[in-house]
């Protein structure tokens, strides 16, 4: 089974902070994702990744950063976080191909205050 | 860009009933439609897709059906149990495309 973890599971941040979510694969699938969950909209694309290198936004990348330094690691930066952010974000991976299953981490909940 | 849109937002059966969860899509170029569920508290996991060239695929319990004319796909879960009781989700994406677009979600609840 596939392994992405997300650190931290749980974050506390300031308005106008900076925050930092990060995430691991070690699978070595090309493709990495970055979603946002919240009541009445389910889950959305916020940046995506399908190489070291490479990022490419999402529906809602406004306000986000992503930075994919290398096939295992995929983040995602706040640069002034807003509480319009809070939300659970998750992190998935998917195989070398295109058009093959997900695979997420927890998640990490993050509130901005 | 795409769009997927899961029209029940919440679903409740008895165990032992079959429930059907709807999505449709803008897309022309959708090719690949997974579906995942989230148990309370979890992540998400895949539970079954179906591509487009087939209309139907089972996997046990799990039915998929593929309309591409009128853009719709489905998920049926036959003979219900509690244990099915969870967030369902249904995405898309294209032939050729990384990006996956989710619908909103539908809660499903199997009572005894």
């Known amino acids: 089974e596939a392994a992405v973890t997300q650190s931290p599971r749980n974050k506390v941040a300031v308005t106008g902070g900076k925050v930092t979510l990060s995430c691991n694969q070690t699978?070595?699938?090309?493709?990495m994702y970055w979603y946002r969950q919240d009541t009445g909209h389910g889950l959305r694309l916020i940046h995506y990744?399908?190489?070291?290198?490479?990022?490419e936004k999402g529906d809602i990348p406004d306000g986000y950063k992503a930075s994919r330094p290398s096939q295992e690691n995929f983040s995602l930066i706040l640069e002034l976080a807003t509480p319009s952010q809070t939300s659970v974000y998750f992190c998935?991976?998917?195989?070398?191909?295109?058009?093959?299953?997900?695979?997420f981490g927890h998640g990490t909940k993050l509130s901005v205050l | 860009g795409e769009k997927v849109e899961q029209h029940e937002s919440t679903l409740s059966v008895r165990e032992g009933d079959s429930a059907v969860i709807n999505c449709t899509y803008t897309?022309?170029?959708?090719?690949?439609f997974p579906w995942y569920k989230q148990e309370a508290g979890k992540s998400l996991h895949f539970v079954i897709d179906?591509?487009?060239?087939?209309d139907r695929k089972q996997s046990q319990r799990l039915i998929v059906l593929l309309d591409k004319k009128a853009k719709r796909f489905s998920l049926h879960i036959t003979a219900t149990q509690p244990e099915d009781s969870a967030i369902y989700f249904c995405?898309?994406?294209?032939?050729?495309?990384?990006?996956?677009?989710f619908g909103s979600g539908t809660r499903l609840l199997v009572s005894p």
């Open positions: 998935a991976s998917g195989g070398g191909q295109i058009n093959e299953r997900l695979f």
């Open positions: 699978n070595n699938h090309n493709n």
């Open positions: 990744s399908y190489g070291a290198g490479s990022t």
């Open positions: 897309d022309t170029a959708s090719s690949y």
């Open positions: 179906i591509r487009s060239n087939v």
């Open positions: 995405a898309a994406s294209t032939t050729g495309g990384y990006k996956v677009v």
